[in-house]
């Protein structure tokens, strides 16, 4: 029978969880760790099909943990109990799209679906061989102090973190953010952690999130070089010039959506969103690539609030429609979490087309740009943008 591991501090905790999960005794045996070092004896003593585990525990710390796993194993789902304080770090680990996590107070009844759910096999969302850059996304959203060495093959490289910021990387003969890049481009790391950090002083100016973003631009830029495919998520169709939106009819059964026409913002309440800070900080990350040659940034009743590059209404219908369609077959077919929608133009470029809470984006693309770590890296912040009108 499969056996899950929970490893939490909190000796009242663990029995409440082991007296719940009588009830599902013929589906999965249960072992428990008080701390990190007792889960790694466990596992090396027992044989574990997923782990549970709290992040603030004495001696090994959940982190630790996971980095343990990750470097031995890595075929072992991880489900990760948080506390985080605000609604704004749990939306941003959310959308991290990578950790599966419960948080605490404990709803039971969803800990036992994403328990029986990562028992079944491989699942997105759980961490199986931790991603850097998901651990060091936890990192800052935990606050943490520590530094970390990474390794990956004969490269090592040293990151330090205070309260959960980036101050400073170091890798070979490079430092700073040069050396940050580098690192979050290395394929197959090994994680050590020691919480504690020896540098008060920051400098790294960029954001732990615009590291992360252009570093996986730079490592599909060179996994590009190096011959590694990119799986083919296009969906063929003529120049937007020449679309009938009329055509686009998906009969589902339910109420089509509207098609909403573009219009450029009054100069009174519009002007108040153009102002708004977290909107400013996506379109500073937009510009940012140089393998975005336009975009188009609507509110969901088809207002432009912002057009970079060749761009016109026709576009800004298109992608608000496209979005539109979308969620209506999510419904129909009773899907949900879209991530993306990517379609390959007339011309080989790309259409990446995002949703936010508020917002729809639409990025014209040059075909060799990857659209994943690019919708990865503006996801985070394109949810935290309200509309306030």
């Keep these: 029978m499969k056996k899950v591991l929970i490893v939490d501090d909190d000796k009242s905790f663990l029995h409440s969880l082991i007296d719940g999960f009588k009830a599902y005794e013929d589906k999965f045996a249960i072992a428990t760790a008080r701390d990190g070092l007792e889960a790694v004896a466990t596992l090396k003593e027992q044989e574990i099909s997923l782990v549970l585990t709290d992040l ?37 680990l959310r959308d991290m799209g990578t950790f599966q996590y419960i948080e605490k107070p404990i709803d039971f009844a969803a800990l036992v679906e994403k328990i029986i759910q990562g028992l079944d096999g491989p699942a997105k969302g759980f961490i199986t061989g931790v991603s850097l850059s998901s651990f060091l996304q936890l990192l800052e959203l935990d606050n943490k102090t520590c530094t970390l060495t990474i390794h990956a093959g004969n490269k090592k490289g040293t990151m330090f973190f205070r309260d959960g910021i980036l101050l400073d990387a170091k890798a070979q003969s490079q430092q700073g953010s040069k050396a940050a890049y580098s690192i979050i481009t290395w394929n197959n790391v090994e994680i050590e952690i020691d919480n504690s950090c020896s540098i008060n002083e920051k400098n790294i100016a960029e954001t732990l999130g615009f590291i992360l973003l252009e570093g996986c631009r730079r490592k599909d830029e060179k996994d590009a070089k190096t011959g590694f495919p990119t799986p083919d998520l296009n969906i063929e169709m003529d120049n937007l010039e020449s679309l009938n939106m009329e055509d686009l009819d998906l009969d589902l059964s339910m109420e089509p959506p509207q ?13 108040q969103i153009l102002s708004d800070p977290a909107l400013d900080q996506f379109i500073n990350l937009l510009n940012s690539f140089p393998e975005i040659n336009s975009s188009t940034i609507s509110a969901k009743d088809g207002t432009v609030l912002h057009q970079a590059g060749e761009q016109d209404n026709n576009t800004a219908n298109f992608i608000t429609y496209a979005a539109g369609t979308a969620k209506q077959i999510e419904s129909a077919i009773g899907v949900s979490g879209q991530q993306y929608s990517l379609f390959t133009l007339k011309d080989d470029s790309k259409l990446l087309i995002l949703c936010g809470e508020d917002l729809i984006v639409g990025i014209k693309m040059d075909s060799s740009a990857p659209p994943e770590p690019i919708a990865n890296g503006l996801r985070p912040v394109l949810n935290r943008i309200q509309l306030q009108v």
């Design 56 to 92: 603030k525990m004495p001696r090994m710390d959940g982190f630790e943990l996971v980095a343990h796993l990750s470097n031995n194993y890595s075929s072992i789902p991880i489900i990760v109990m948080t506390a985080f304080g605000t609604p704004e770090m749990e939306e941003n």
């Design 259 to 271: 098609e909403p026409t573009a219009r450029i913002p009054s100069k009174a309440t519009d002007e």
